[in-house]
C-alpha cells in the first residue's frame, strides 16, 4: 500500500477566497493569482490523494482576525474539518467556547511573520485557551522560542509548533531555537506540525536537507506528538510546490508505515476529535 492510499489528516492549511471573502483592509500580506485556495479547489485536492480530514488553519496573511471563511467551511465540512482561529488577545472565553463549538481546537499565533512582540500580551488569553483545553498554535523561525520560553513554561494550554520550529537549515540540531523545541517534548502537553519543511529547506533537496529535522522531533515528541501538514496553497514560496510529491516525500521521511499512520491518522485524530 502506498501512501495515496493510506488513511491521511493534513493538519496545516488554509483557504483564499477573496472573491466571496473579501481580504481585511489591513493585512501582512494579500495573496493573490495561484495562491488563492477556495474551499472547492481544496476539497477537490483531498479528494484526489485520499485524504479524509484536514485542519484548517486561519492565515495571519489576508484575513487575521476574520474567521468567516474558515467558520464557513468548518459548517459546510460536515465534519471533515476542525480549524485554527486567529483571535484578539482579549477575546473572551465565551466567544472561544463558541468557536470550539462551531469547530474550532485553538488559536494560531505567528511570531514568525509579525515578531515575537505579537505575543507580549496573550497571558490571558492562554489561560482561557487552557480552561477549554484548546491549543495555542505558535509559528516560530529560527531563535525566536527562546524569547517565548518564559511565557510557555509559566502558562499550561496545549502547544502545537508549526513547520517543525523553522530551523536555520545549515545550523543543525544543536542550534539554540531546535534545541528548546526538542526539550519542549519534556512538558507533555506539546506537539509537533511536520510541515512546512520549504520553509527552511529547498524543495529540490528537501529530504537532503530537512531529514535530519524531521527524525529528531520523531525522536523527541514521538508518533503520538507527531502531526503532519501540506501547508497548502503554498504562499510566497520561490519554486513550485505540489501536493502529491509532498505526500512522497512523507513517506521518505516515515518509511515505516506503522509510523506513518500514527502521525498522520491517529495522532491528529486524538488531538483535534476528527470522528
Not at 506539546?190 to 527552511?200: E, H, L, N, P, R
Request: aromatic content about 10%; proline content about 5%.
Amino acid at each position: 500500500m502506498s501512501i495515496f492510499d493510506e488513511p491521511k489528516i493534513d493538519c496545516h492549511n488554509h483557504l483564499f477566497d477573496p472573491l466571496h471573502f473579501p481580504y481585511r483592509a489591513q493585512t501582512l500580506y494579500r495573496p493573490a493569482g495561484q495562491e488563492i485556495g477556495t474551499l472547492a479547489q481544496f476539497n477537490r485536492v483531498l479528494d484526489a490523494y485520499g485524504v479524509k480530514h484536514a485542519l484548517l488553519v486561519g492565515p495571519t496573511s489576508g484575513y487575521r482576525t476574520d474567521n468567516s471563511l474558515l467558520l464557513h467551511a468548518l459548517a459546510q465540512g460536515q465534519g471533515r474539518f476542525k480549524g485554527i482561529a486567529v483571535v484578539e488577545d482579549d477575546t473572551s472565553l465565551e466567544r472561544l467556547a463558541a468557536l470550539k463549538d462551531a469547530g474550532v481546537v485553538g488559536v494560531a499565533f505567528n511570531p514568525a511573520g509579525e515578531g515575537t512582540a505579537v505575543m507580549a500580551g496573550v497571558d490571558g488569553l492562554f489561560a482561557r485557551l487552557a480552561e477549554l483545553d484548546m491549543f495555542a498554535q505558535i509559528q516560530v523561525k529560527q531563535d525566536e522560542l527562546l524569547e517565548l520560553l518564559p511565557l510557555l513554561e509559566r502558562s499550561t494550554p496545549r502547544l502545537l509548533i508549526d513547520h517543525c520550529g523553522r530551523p536555520q537549515q545549515k545550523d543543525g540540531l544543536n542550534q539554540p531555537g531546535f534545541a528548546a523545541l526538542l526539550r519542549l517534548a519534556d512538558i507533555g502537553r506539546a506537539c509537533v506540525k511536520i510541515s512546512g519543511m520549504q520553509k527552511f529547506a529547498h524543495i529540490d533537496e528537501l529530504f537532503e536537507q530537512a531529514d535530519r529535522y524531521v527524525q529528531a522531533l520523531l525522536r523527541a515528541f514521538g508518533p503520538q506528538g507527531c502531526v503532519w501538514g501540506s501547508d497548502w496553497p503554498f504562499l510566497r514560496e520561490q519554486s513550485r510546490i505540489d501536493y502529491g510529491p509532498l505526500l512522497k516525500y512523507a513517506e521518505q521521511f516515515m518509511p515505516d508505515a506503522q509510523v506513518r499512520r500514527q502521525v498522520m491518522w491517529e495522532t491528529p485524530q486524538r488531538l483535534f476529535g476528527f470522528a
